[in-house]
Structures are given as C-alpha cells and as structure tokens.
C-alpha cells in the first residue's frame, strides 16, 4: 500500500469517526458543527475521487447553507436536545419546555 | 446587535472579495470546474455574512425581499429564453452550436461554450438570490409567538 | 436495552450490506457498469473510434467539439441534459416558496 | 476487502445514517441522520464513476479529448465518468432543497407542540 492510498484509507476512517461523532454527540450545536465538518471531509473525499464540481458544490453546500440553516433551525427552537436517554447526565444544562 | 469592531469591519470588507471569487466561478463555468450552482452558493454566502456582520434590519434595507424575488425569477428566465432562442434561429429547445446562438469563441476560452455562459448567469444568479431568501425566511425572522403551554 | 438491541439490528443491516457490496468489482477497475462496453485492451487502435458505445465515452471524447466547454461535466449538466438543469432550478425556486410560505414573514404588510 | 473500501465505507455511513434517522427522538439530530444518509449515496456513485487504474491525475488537465483511449485504458491519460458527477450535483441541489423545507417544518412543529421529541409529539394531540 503506497502513500496515497494510505491517505485514502485514513480519509474514510475519519469520514467515519465523523460521522459517528454527529450523531453520538448530545448537545445540539456540537452535533452541527461536527455534521460540517463531515461535509468538509466528504468533499475532500469527492477530491480523491477526481469529481471536482462534486468536491466544490459539497464544500459549498454541505458546509456552508447547510450548516446556516441548521444553526438558524437550531436558534429558532432554542436548542433543546431531548435525547431522552442520557437526559439526567443533562439536567442542570437546560431546563425542558414542559 | 452588539457584534464587536473586528466583526464588523472584516465582514464588510471581505464582501466584495468573496463576490468577485463567485462571478470568477461563475463566469469560467464552461471552462473549468465550478458552474452556476457553485459561484451562486458563493455568492449568497457573501450576503449572508453582510447581513451578519451589521443589524439583519440594515441589511433587508440594503437587499429588499421583494427585489430578490424579481431578480431570482429572472435567473430561471434568462436559462427559459436561451432556450427559446433556439427555436426562434430554428433547430430545438436549448439547441447548442447548431445554430450559432452567440457567436462562437474558443473551446476553452470565456465564450467558448455558445449558450452555455448565458445558462451559467442565469443559473448563477437564481442560487445565489435562493440562498438570500431562505436567509430571510429562516434567520431574519423575528417576533415569533412563544410555544403555547395549553396544546397538549 | 431497546437502544443495544437497535445498535445490534444496525450493525446485522451493514454487515449484509457489506456482503453484498464485495461483490462489485474493485474501486478504479473499468469493467464497472460505466465503463461496461469501454474498449478491450486487446482491439486494435485503429477500431476503436466504432466502439465508442458509452454515453460515458461518447462525452469524454465528443463534448469539445459538440457543445465548446472544455469542462465535460459542465457539457453534460447543461447542454446535454439541460432539461434537468431547468427543472432542478425549478424544484429550487418551489423550495424557497414553500418555506417562505412556512415560516416566511410577510413583508408586504409591515 | 481493501480494494473495496470505498465501498464499505460507504455502506457503513449509510448504517449510521440510518440508525440517526430511526433511533434518535430528536428531530434535527434526525434530519442530520438523513443527510449523511445523501452523502453516503453519492460516495458511492462517485466512487463507482472513478476510473483510476494506478495513477492519480487532474481531470481538468486534458480530460475532454481523449485522443488515445487505448492509453486512457492502460491508466496513462486521466478520465473519469461524467455521468456520475452531473447525477449527483443534481441530488446535492435537490438535497438543500429538501433539508430546507424539513427544516422549516421542524421549526413549525417546534411553535406548535413546543418541543422537538418526536415521541412527545407523537403522543400529543393536536
């Protein structure tokens, strides 16, 4: 396995970890930025690929509206994260609507 | 909003920089990577960081909602009337080098693709005014009434 | 313990996926479905202008001369298929009214 | 199994996705599930359309005339497959297109039920 594809092969770890982290992440707003930064690596991905309109619209898109809008959806339901499983380890960070 | 001095000079600053990057995308779109859709999203961005660098109230006096629906609708129509046009000089819809719509140039040069730069503003210039107005429906939307406690 | 046995259930669905999946050929290999009728390496080159049977091929090697970008990927999405094109602005422009009409303020009342 | 781990990461992704959009109560965490669902899907489109055979080459170097395709094959002139690419530069856009609208639909259910636990709101009424 030579340099590059090594690369490659560390790319699509992260791309994973990333992504894993997005969703296992409790508070909201670390979950949004961490999806941006999955987009960001996912257009770098595309780059390997060699489809670079994709790797421009993804970083374009994915990481810059999509994160705004999210944030802005975000702000706009006041960020109540109601997982309920690990709502206790949560109770003194915000309070429910109810 | 109390936005700090930093803030605010960078983002007004850096704006017409990020505009020339999107109509430089927009404009090499038959030549190079990059098109319409790309240099639109670019362009919208710059807005969006305007409009948060200042008050969101100044910057809807600067870009008006009414005026960015004209201007996003016309977008579509330049891409609708290119493609009329080529049933005006006689061949299809959104015919291409047949009929010599603009005049040709070199592949690879500005105006080298015939109909495709006009397509390529007018797309251009439909994203970026789409990524304005869900800026405006989303963010900039103030007063909302509070979640009422009695729906259950 | 419903959300284990969720995990569990998940990890079942991606290992069948994965079953499936290395079955494919390898990623970069030119037999994938693209590339399916690409040519042989065993043709003679000067036969291989009459093989040109993908529409993959056929935009690599015409789009120059047929549309005038130099971009392949431009040709395809606005000349070739600019019907999509247009109907993708559309499906933008009817997004932005719907959420307009969601959660939009009026802003011809104010 | 190395050779194909564009593929498997792919698949992986899509699981993940998955599971976010099924599991998890919440609905932007949800709708973060189903965006990395998308993505998942055009990794692997894109990852089906590379032909690279051994090299690694800029596509907008000499990409539009192929003018020997039998070196395009032994992996000495850089191609890729374009359909893939203009398939899912249309699937992005049609994507934020249905990230906004979900979105939107978010925030209005937030006004209404004043909470964002699908659960909570599918055991109210109305």
């Known amino acids: 396995m030579d340099l590059l594809s090594l690369s490659h092969f560390i790319v699509l770890l992260f ?84 | 909003m109390n936005n ?19 109509a430089s995308i927009i404009l090499h779109g038959a030549a190079t990577p990059g098109g319409g859709f790309q240099g639109g999203v670019v362009i919208g961005a710059a807005y969006i960081l305007f409009a948060l660098g200042i008050d969101a109230k100044t910057a809807r006096l600067r870009l008006p909602v009414i005026k960015v629906k004209i201007v996003e609708s016309a977008g579509v129509l330049i891409y609708a009337f290119t493609g009329l046009g080529g049933i005006l000089l006689g061949s299809n819809f959104l015919a291409n080098k047949i009929v010599l719509f603009p005049p040709q140039g070199e592949p690879g040069g500005l105006f080298g693709g015939g109909t495709l730069i006009p397509i390529t ?4 210039i439909h994203v970026a005014c789409t990524v304005a107005s869900l800026y405006y429906a989303f963010v900039e939307y103030e007063g909302e009434p509070k979640p009422d406690k009695e729906t259950e | 313990m419903k959300r284990s046995v969720a995990v569990i259930l998940f990890a079942v669905f991606a290992v069948c996926m994965i079953v499936v999946v290395l079955h494919l050929y390898p990623v970069g290999d030119p037999r994938l479905p693209g590339y399916a009728d690409f040519i042989p390496a065993e043709i003679p080159s000067e036969e291989i202008p009459r093989r040109a049977d993908s529409v993959a091929t056929y935009y690599n090697r015409n789009s120059a001369r047929d549309v005038g970008g130099t971009c392949v990927i431009a040709s395809v999405i606005l000349d070739y298929r600019g019907y999509d094109t247009l109907y993708e602005a559309t499906v933008l422009f009817t997004a932005v009214i719907a959420c307009l009409a969601l959660i939009g303020k009026d802003h011809h009342h104010e | 199994m190395i050779a194909r781990f564009d593929y498997i990461a792919a698949v992986i992704l899509f699981s993940i996705g998955l599971y976010a959009l099924v599991v998890k109560p919440n609905l932007i965490k949800k709708l973060i599930g189903l965006n990395i669902i998308e993505t998942s899907v055009y990794l692997f489109l894109i990852a089906s359309g590379d032909v690279r055979l051994g090299i690694y080459t800029n596509q907008w170097a000499a990409s539009n005339v192929i003018d020997n395709p039998q070196r395009a094959v032994q992996g000495l002139e850089p191609m890729i497959n374009p359909i893939p690419s203009a398939l899912v530069l249309t699937a ?9 609208i979900a979105l939107s639909v978010v925030v209005k259910l937030y006004q209404h039920y004043g909470t964002l636990d699908a659960r909570e709101i599918a055991s109210l009424k109305g």
């Not at chain 1, 941006?36 to 780059?47: G, K, M």
């Not at chain 4, 992005?92 to 906004?100: E, L, P």
């Open chain 4, 92 to 100: 992005i856009v049609v994507s934020v297109c249905v990230t906004a």
């Open chain 2, 121 to 124: 503003i007018g797309v251009g």
């Open chain 1, 15 to 98: 791309l994973i970890a990333t992504a894993l982290a997005a969703i296992i992440v409790e508070d909201l707003l670390s979950a949004i930025i961490i999806y941006s930064a999955y987009s960001f690596t996912i257009a770098f991905t595309y780059l390997i690929f060699r489809a670079n309109d994709v790797a421009m619209t993804e970083a374009a898109v994915g990481a810059g509206v999509t994160t705004i809008l999210f944030i802005a959806a975000f702000c706009k339901t006041k960020g109540k994260e109601s997982d309920l499983v690990n709502h206790e380890a949560h109770e003194g960070h915000g309070e429910k609507t109810k």
């Open chain 2, 4 to 22: 700090s001095l930093i803030v605010k000079v960078v983002s007004q600053k850096m704006v017409p920089f990020i505009i020339m990057l999107g």
